[in-house]
């Protein structure tokens, strides 16, 4: 009767399994993307300095909120939590698309950032629970990947297809269809069923019962966090360069759809298609990042990327043509690569208890930096032309990352002639070693971080 009742539980986590991937693809299946920016300057009436000065609190709210809806999530349970963030996304949609000036467009973007961060972390802890409910929870990297290239299809399909209903049904309907997508995803949500969690009191050590370690208060973590970073330039100035360099790739996000309606592209199959490629290339990047580690060494491709973020930025404003579009998948791509890449790097150097506090950390920088330059970078939008907005990105940008990027590089050196013998300390004034590539084994010192 036991092992019945084990085999109809079971079951319930299977299921899980089985829908996971299906439940992201509709939730991602968002046609409104392709062309939200068009949409928000044309139908609600939004400027682009109207656009800088509300955006920032969608970073605000995604970045600093991760860390108390990740407490929501462990009270009231994972699946609760994606439920109620489908539902705030729901509203989102829906009150978007009938937005009607800045103040209404300001809401609609707290509830978009609120829907992202309430799901982001609840959706991981769920799948790795499921899996553990199951005894596999060595297959979550695959699961996850799996669910990730589900995800990435489907904004692919999204962009390819936003221009063409948009093109037939208008840009308003077109927002309006992203709710049926959101509606199926919580459909698929509800027959979810919510895995056990491990008790955290006690464990068994060699046999012997032993308290659990005690957990430390999020503020307790973020203060070891922040005396980590003040202790290890490597790891400080590897925030500032990691914060710089993700803003430097934002404007992208913003630009591309302005920047296609410049070059005469209206709205319809052409409009999604010139803009699926970019979209392709940050796929393909992340899913080369561990490739481009082993090849290249992690420091030396992580320090490229400020370059071809510059020239793109600098012959984008030059060409000031259609023939430009290529340069925006070199964003696209340095943007896919950046995060899995720094993200092994400060990982290496962090010890365990405190990795996830470090990588919020991370997004934290990367908000204050949105905080400060989307109004400005919207101010100079309506103020000037699109070309001599490129051109002062590469410039800003360019001087910021040069300085972020030889400070950081500069104290990984030192660190590095640290931990060897001063022979290979002086060969590293010459050459970057091998050591460079991702190999964890020669990334710290055994047994500093667990």
């Excluded at 539902?87 to 609120?114: E, K």
């Excluded at 043509?321 to 696209?332: D, K, M, N, T």
């Excluded at 309506?382 to 300085?403: H, Q």
């Excluded at 013998?421 to 084994?441: N, T, V």
């Amino acid at each position: 009767m036991a092992a019945q009742t084990a085999q109809d539980t079971d079951r319930f986590w299977r299921r899980n399994l089985r829908l996971y991937p299906f439940f992201y693809f509709f939730h991602d299946l968002q046609f409104w993307l392709a062309i939200w920016i068009i949409f928000a300057t044309e139908d609600v009436g939004l400027s682009f300095s109207e656009i800088g000065f509300i955006a920032p609190a969608f970073y605000i709210i995604t970045s600093f909120g991760q860390a108390p809806a990740g407490a929501l999530a462990d009270r009231f349970g994972r699946v609760r939590t994606i439920r109620f963030s489908l539902i705030i996304f729901l509203g989102f949609v829906i009150w978007f698309a009938f937005a009607g000036g800045v103040w209404q467009a300001a809401i609609a973007w707290l509830l978009w950032g609120s829907s992202i961060v309430l799901i982001t972390g609840a959706d991981s802890a769920f799948l790795h629970d499921s899996l553990q409910a199951l005894g596999r929870s060595r297959e979550f990297e695959r699961q996850a990947g799996r669910a990730f290239a589900v995800r990435s299809l489907a904004m692919v399909l999204a962009t390819l297809g936003g221009g063409v209903i948009a093109g037939e049904i208008g840009s308003q309907a077109t927002v309006l269809s992203g709710a049926i997508g959101t509606v199926i995803a919580l459909l698929i949500a509800l027959r979810f069923r919510e895995p056990p969690r491990p008790m955290q009191h006690a464990q068994s050590v060699n046999g012997t019962e032993q308290a659990a370690l005690p957990r430390l208060s999020y503020l307790a973590l973020m203060q070891q966090t922040l005396r980590l970073c003040a202790r290890t330039p490597s790891v400080r100035y590897a925030l500032i360069f990691a914060a710089i360099l993700l803003a430097s790739m934002v404007p992208e996000f913003y630009l591309l759809q302005p920047f296609l309606r410049e070059q005469g592209i209206e709205v319809g199959w052409l409009f999604s298609a010139l803009q699926a490629p970019a979209r392709v290339a940050t796929v393909i990047a992340a899913i080369a990042a561990f490739w481009l580690a082993s090849r290249f060494g992690v420091l030396r491709s992580l320090a490229a990327m400020p370059i071809f973020v510059v020239v793109a930025y600098a012959s984008i404003a030059l060409l000031d043509h259609l023939a430009a579009l290529a340069l925006f998948l070199v964003i696209g791509f340095a943007r896919g690569a950046l995060m899995p890449l720094m993200e092994g790097y400060i990982n290496r150097r962090t010890p365990s208890h405190l990795r996830a506090t470090m990588l919020s950390l991370n997004h934290m920088g990367w908000a204050l930096c949105m905080l400060v330059f989307l109004p400005t970078m919207g101010r100079a939008i309506d103020a000037t032309s699109l070309s001599n907005v490129f051109a002062g990105l590469a410039l800003i940008f360019g001087v910021l990352m040069a300085i972020a990027t030889l400070l950081w590089i500069r104290a990984d050196r030192r660190e590095r002639a640290e931990q060897r013998p001063h022979f290979y300390a002086l060969l590293d004034q010459f050459a970057w070693r091998a050591e460079h590539a991702w190999k964890p084994q020669h990334q710290q010192q055994p047994g500093k971080f667990d």
